[in-house]
Structure formats: C-alpha cells, structure tokens
C-alpha cells in the first residue's frame, strides 16, 4: 500500500498533466452501440443511480473532511 501511494505521489510530480480530482466515471452502457432492450435499459438506469449516490457519499466525505473542490457553504 505504501508503495503505491509512492508510486501514485511520483506521478503527479511528475506528470506535466496533473489533476486536481479523480477523472469521473463514464455513465453505465456509454461504450455500448445500439439501442437497449427494455430490461437493459433499466438495468443501466439502476447502475447510474447507485453510481451517483456513491459520488453523493464522496462529496459528503469531503465536505465533512474539508477537502477537495467541494466547501459547506
């Protein structure tokens, strides 16, 4: 674990595209091409759900932590 934040630290120093936040997540089935059957459809909209109250929780956690790009107002 210690070596990958090394790792991770080493990168963002010397990487000449650093980021501030985590890359956000593609919605569920953006990649897939066509149109989804009813029950796929669902399916994916059920996944976005979760993903966003995940990303809630996050924002949550930081705002408690006072980090990241999200501040209690």
Same mark, same amino acid.
């Given at each position: 674990?210690?070596?990958? #934040?090394? *790792?991770? !630290?080493?990168?963002?120093? *010397? !990487? &000449?595209? &650093?980021? #501030?936040?985590?890359?956000?997540?593609?919605?569920?089935?953006?990649?897939?091409?066509?149109?989804? !059957?009813?029950?796929?459809?669902?399916? *994916?909209?059920?996944?976005?759900?979760?993903?966003?109250?995940?990303?809630? *929780?996050?924002?949550?956690?930081?705002?408690?932590?006072?980090?990241?790009?999200?501040?209690? &107002?």
């Amino acid at each position: 674990m210690e070596q990958e #934040q090394d *790792i991770a !630290s080493h990168k963002h120093a *010397i !990487s &000449r595209h &650093r980021h #501030q936040w985590e890359r956000a997540a593609t919605p569920p089935g953006y990649w897939n091409i066509g149109f989804p !059957s009813t029950q796929e459809a669902l399916e *994916i909209n059920n996944k976005a759900r979760e993903m966003h109250k995940e990303k809630m *929780i996050k924002v949550a956690e930081q705002v408690k932590k006072g980090e990241g790009k999200f501040k209690k &107002r």
